[in-house]
């Protein structure tokens, strides 16, 4: 079971970088457990830390000034291997929402089999929420799951956000796909007996 996602108000972290792949967010030598616990100690370990271990200052994650559930994304965010680990740092991490302009596929529905909300937003969206923070990095957004929405608090700017019904419908809940199942444990007992 996840968390329960029906609304989130909160500041975001930005990363505005492009084309993030799986390996970046978690390298692959931290991929050998097999819970999905302790992940968001490694989340971007070679962008967040230096070579002797110490935290890289200049790494927004590093940054006092940016906190928040939100991550917010640069352009084809999640690409490369299919490594469901990149999801779990994430979340593990802390963050509920990516917002991007671009998600790869694989990591797109990884994310929401793990109960982080993906929200592809149109690039001139996307640039004002880093401009916003970059102008006030407490500066509020926030996300409806219900009417699929994402609002930039600040310049009153909102838009909307497709989201496989399936999906939305987990999520709201805090299901994953077991839980689901298990949620018509009634419909498939009653559909067995009439069989």
């Given at each position: ?5 029906i609304?989130?108000?909160?500041s ?56 928040g ?21 994430v ?10 302009s ?51 608090v ?9 989201i ?11 299901y ?20």
């Amino acid at each position: 079971m996840v968390e329960k996602f029906i609304k989130i108000v909160s500041s975001a972290v930005p990363l505005p970088i492009e084309n993030v792949d799986t390996d970046q967010i978690i390298p692959a030598r931290f991929l050998k457990a097999v819970e999905r616990k302790g992940f968001g100690d490694n989340l971007f370990r070679d962008w967040r830390y230096c070579k002797d271990g110490t935290p890289n200052p200049d790494f927004v994650l590093n940054n006092p000034r940016y906190t928040g559930s939100i991550l917010v994304a640069g352009k084809n965010f999640g690409s490369g291997s299919s490594r469901e680990h990149a999801a779990w740092s994430v979340y593990d991490y802390g963050f509920r929402v990516v917002v991007s302009s671009f998600f790869a596929d694989i990591f797109k529905a990884n994310v929401l089999n793990n109960g982080l909300l993906p929200i592809q937003v149109p690039e001139d969206f996307l640039a004002n929420m880093f401009t916003t923070i970059e102008n006030n990095p407490t500066a509020p957004f926030e996300v409806d799951l219900e009417s699929q929405t994402i609002r930039n608090v600040t310049l009153s700017a909102e838009v909307r956000f497709d989201i496989n019904p399936y999906k939305k419908k987990c999520l709201l809940k805090g299901y994953d796909d077991i839980d689901y199942l298990l949620s018509l444990k009634k419909e498939i007992e009653a559909f067995e007996t009439a069989r």
